[in-house]
């Protein structure tokens, strides 16, 4: 509880920061000029470097003990970070402040501060990070101010290893994938945030994200890495040849900001392997063709936007390409105050969707200003955002837009995800009672843990040595983390679970989870969908079930961000959640369009929930339950995929042939 007031404290919004550089002039949607340096304005005004993205991202809870690489992500390039410049990592007394060194990857616009050898974080801590002084290498102009953030840490460590999550081209099985152009780069997203000096380009040697052609040809091409989004980005140096059949490989040498190496597709979990994927390209190249913006968010004209909006655009790109994520930057996607200051807004991340690659979120660091209009505006032209293709698309112009927030604040918005807390890299947790695998295809992606006893844990096994929970031929389940619970160890083989220690990681994990359940009870009643959100289309916002309780049951549930990928969904329910049917023998589905994520979803259920008793389907969101959640039936093989947690507070959680994915903060 503590812990999450202290998150609490941070997530206050403050008032816009004044800042002296001004912007260049902003013209109607989609005017404005073309071929404009990124870092100039008009009238060839120099505009100062900014942060664009940092990990942990800002106000963070749960952050794992061991996470010993700090990043900050800039919007061009920069000087090495010596001398006036400078990149802390703090914390207060009696908390010591760690040490490390400062370094750039080899693009120059990710700054890392790594602890030094043996060092972790100290646990349920406060730090604060602070960027200081750092210059453009193009103009030599620094930072404005210090940007600052702020992360708390949970208790554990992390030791799951980070997955490949999307690939485009797709990965296939069996692949090659087929049909894809000549003219495209090739991206991979992970589940967790990554080392960028661990993604590397086939030279110089180590290589961990390579492409070959036939016969192992090695491709030329640059490796970028994009902090916000979790993405790597393969460019070949040239078009790649026609009906071909190429292989990617990000090799286990990719690490997360914990080190631990890479699970991928080559060998099963627990163990790290590489991640291969093939694809064969068409007969020819995607034509060229102007990138546009479709829709905005606020949109143009809007009025009574809340205080507290982030500003999205939907862009417009040629089938089956993907906006680059090195080109959306604090500095080509800017918002401004009116004119005549033009005093821009400090932006906390620019963002690509990593599920699309079509639409960037501009989250302000601090609150707009009530009663204000603001203007949005992304570069064109040479040096503004791009797609992937080889030659990339641009912008012909600048794309202009103009939004007025309410003369008064708006209500509470629903919680992010990061009220959880140390709970939040757990994807099962069976409160008092423990947890149940059944069949041989249970896979977590992150920690599970109760307050109960390690013999109430059965059918698991983690990347412990030796530690195993009473798993039998036929019930096999792996946790690619760490299991918590109390005393006994599971077994002798395994003398660091099941003690003290875990009991402490695990007490403070439900208390953090009853914290974010009773937050989201206490917020106000939402909007009336009936009891069954089969079929619906549902925009972001609170959902209250009319008699206590929601069913999925005859269709799936569409969750439609509406180009807002920091839009959040609060289903609250007095008893029971039940997804799948009618019959148990009928999964359903929910799906998310339009930038919305799994990690903004959260289902508070007040007895139960049952999900998808027949097998089958994909449920998405954090479920927090007071009486446990069942997935499948035993017997059934179809897998059920939970993208998101279910966290129990009293009774235990059952899976049968159940794949979770814990999303990243």
Excluded at 335 to 361: K, M, N, Q, R
Excluded at 589 to 612: C, E, F, M, P, R
Excluded at 641 to 653: E, F, K, P, T
Aim: aromatic content about 6%; overall charge neutral; hydrophobic content about 45%.
């Amino acid at each position: 509880m503590n812990n999450f007031r202290k998150y609490a404290r941070y997530l206050t919004w403050s008032l816009v920061l004044t800042l002296g550089t001004l912007l260049a002039g902003c013209g109607g949607g989609g005017g404005g000029s073309q071929g404009r340096s990124p870092i100039l304005g008009a009238g060839s005004v120099a505009l100062a470097p900014t942060v664009t993205a940092v990990a942990p991202v800002n106000d963070a809870t749960g952050v794992t003990i061991n996470n010993t690489v700090i990043n900050a992500a800039f919007s061009e390039p920069m000087a090495p970070i010596t001398g006036a410049a400078s990149f802390t990592v703090t914390c207060a007394a009696p908390c010591t402040n760690p040490t490390g060194s400062v370094s750039l990857d080899s693009t120059n616009r990710i700054a890392t501060f790594r602890l030094a050898a043996g060092e972790t974080l100290s646990p349920l801590t406060l730090y604060t990070a602070t960027v200081t002084g750092a210059k453009s290498i193009a103009t030599g102009l620094a930072l404005v101010s210090p940007y600052v953030w702020h992360f708390t840490t949970g208790m554990v460590p992390d030791t799951t290893r980070p997955a490949v999550v999307l690939t485009v081209p797709a990965t296939t099985n069996p692949g090659p994938t087929t049909g894809v152009p000549t003219n495209t780069a090739i991206t991979a997203a992970f589940s967790e945030d990554m080392a960028p000096a661990t993604i590397t380009p086939p030279a110089p040697a180590p290589a961990t994200f390579t492409l070959t052609g036939p016969g192992s040809t090695v491709v030329a091409g640059n490796v970028a890495y994009a902090v916000g989004s979790r993405t790597a980005t393969f460019t070949p140096s040239a078009v790649l040849a026609a009906n071909t059949t190429y292989t990617a490989t990000i090799t286990t040498a990719a690490t997360d900001l914990a080190g631990n190496a890479l699970a991928g597709n080559q060998a099963p979990l627990p163990a790290a392997s590489d991640y291969v994927w093939t694809f064969t390209t068409a007969a020819a190249a995607v034509p060229p063709a102007n990138i546009t913006v479709s829709s905005t968010n606020p949109s143009s004209g809007a009025v009574n936007v809340p205080t507290n909006a982030s500003v999205n655009a939907t862009f417009n790109v040629p089938s089956g390409l993907r906006m680059d994520p090195a080109t959306v930057t604090s500095t080509t996607f800017t918002v401004t105050g009116p004119a005549p200051a033009l005093t821009p807004v400090t932006a906390a991340s620019v963002v690509l969707d990593t599920a699309t690659g079509h639409i960037v979120t501009f989250t302000p660091q601090s609150a707009l200003a009530a009663g204000v209009t603001y203007t949005a505006t992304i570069k064109g032209g040479a040096t503004g955002v791009k797609d992937l293709a080889i030659p990339a698309n641009t912008m012909v112009n600048d794309y202009s837009w103009n939004f007025t927030v309410a003369s008064a604040p708006p209500p509470p918005p629903p919680p992010p995800t990061n009220i959880l807390g140390s709970a939040s890299t757990f994807g099962v947790f069976g409160g008092s009672a423990g947890m149940t695998s059944s069949g041989l295809f249970t896979v977590v992606n992150g920690d599970i843990g109760t307050t109960a006893v390690s013999t109430a844990v059965t059918g698991f096994h983690d990347a412990g040595p030796g530690c195993t929970y009473t798993e039998t031929p036929l019930n096999v389940g792996t946790v690619n983390g760490l299991i918590y619970t109390a005393p006994p160890p599971p077994t002798v083989a395994c003398p660091t679970e099941g003690t003290a220690a875990t009991f402490a990681i695990a007490t403070q994990a439900r208390a953090d989870a009853l914290a974010a359940y009773n937050a989201l009870v206490a917020l106000p009643a939402g909007a009336n969908p009936g009891g069954n959100l089969a079929g619906l289309t549902l925009a972001p916002g609170t959902y209250t079930a009319p008699a206590g309780s929601f069913m999925i049951q005859g269709g799936d549930l569409t969750l439609d961000a509406q180009g807002n990928a920091n839009a959040v969904w609060v289903f609250q329910m007095a008893t029971t959640l039940t997804v799948g049917g009618p019959g148990a023998a009928a999964p359903q589905s929910i799906i998310l369009a339009n930038g919305a994520q799994a990690k903004n979803v959260y289902w508070q259920v007040g007895s139960a929930a049952t999900i998808n008793a027949g097998g089958g389907g994909t449920m998405v969101g954090t479920i927090i339950a007071q009486a446990g959640a069942a997935f499948s039936t035993a017997g059934n093989v179809a897998l059920v995929r939970l993208n998101g947690r279910a966290l129990s507070l009293g009774a235990s959680v059952t899976l049968v042939n159940t794949v979770i994915n814990v999303p990243a903060p």
